[in-house]
T-cell receptor, first 113, second 109 residues
Framework: NAGVMQNPRHLVRRRGQEARLRCSPM?????VYWYRQLPEEGLKFMVY????????ESGMPKERFSAEFPKEGPSILRIQQVVRGDSAAYFC???????????FGDGTRLSIL | QKEVEQDPGPLSVPEGAIVSLNCTYS??????FMWYRQYSRKGPELLMY????GNKEDGRFTAQVDKSSKYISLFIRDSQPSDSATYLC?????????FGAGTILRVKS
């Protein structure tokens, strides 16, 4: 299956710990997007990256959240000092060109104890 | 006002029925509209995308955009229990997608 791969599928952290979420885009896709889905809410855009560049991070919380897409390896969404409100499903999408169509992975479900 | 409005449902129909799912949007900028299907505990799956106004058909699915009324629709013919899922409408907004809250569809056999 050459789809968007996300891991881990489930991640449990205690308040104050760090969470690292990984995303490997579809083969041939060089554009990566991260979205967050809070309980009872729709998907919200967080950040758009190309290899080694953050293009648009207008949806990222100002503190504790960062993202990268290195030249080699998967894209990483990093959340430092997690709080209960960070509990959500985090989805990664990729596209072969700017914007769309975007194909999604099955997400990482983050639970904060 | 939300950028994309969608009735969360749930919408319950008998097997074989024609299903109509709808969204409204508020900003006329940008041209592409998408429909995604999301099963429980899975990621959104792209069903269809349309450009500007008009209809697009793919098997049992038809997507329709009416730019004059800012209304987008997805029709599902001969609905099946396997169509039971959450349906998300989205529009492109430059490099990102803006989603509606999703409509839960239940098709009963």
């Amino acid at each position: 299956n050459a789809g968007v791969m996300q891991n881990p599928r489930h991640l449990v952290r205690r308040r104050g710990q760090e969470a690292r979420l990984r995303c490997s885009p579809m083969k041939g896709h060089s554009h990566v997007y991260w979205y967050r889905q809070l309980p009872e809410e729709g998907l919200k855009f967080m950040v758009y990256l190309q290899k080694e560049n953050i293009i648009d991070e207008s949806g990222m919380p100002k503190e504790r959240f960062s993202a990268e897409f290195p030249k080699e390896g998967p894209s990483i969404l990093r959340i430092q000092q997690v709080v209960r409100g960070d509990s959500a499903a985090y989805f990664c999408a990729s596209s072969p060109k700017f914007g769309f169509p975007q194909h999604f992975g099955d997400g990482t479900r983050l639970s904060i104890l | 006002q939300k950028e994309v409005e969608q009735d969360p449902g749930p919408l319950s129909v008998p097997e074989g029925a024609i299903v109509s799912l709808n969204c409204t949007y508020s900003n006329s900028a940008f041209q592409y509209f998408m429909w995604y299907r999301q099963y429980s505990r899975k990621g959104p799956e792209l069903l269809m995308y349309t450009y500007s106004s008009g209809n697009k058909e793919d098997g049992r699915f038809t997507a329709q955009v009416d730019k004059s009324s800012k209304y987008i629709s997805l029709f599902i013919r001969d609905s099946q229990p396997s169509d039971s899922a959450t349906y998300l409408c989205a529009r492109e907004y430059g490099n990102k997608l803006v989603f509606g809250a999703g409509t839960i569809l239940r098709v009963k056999s």
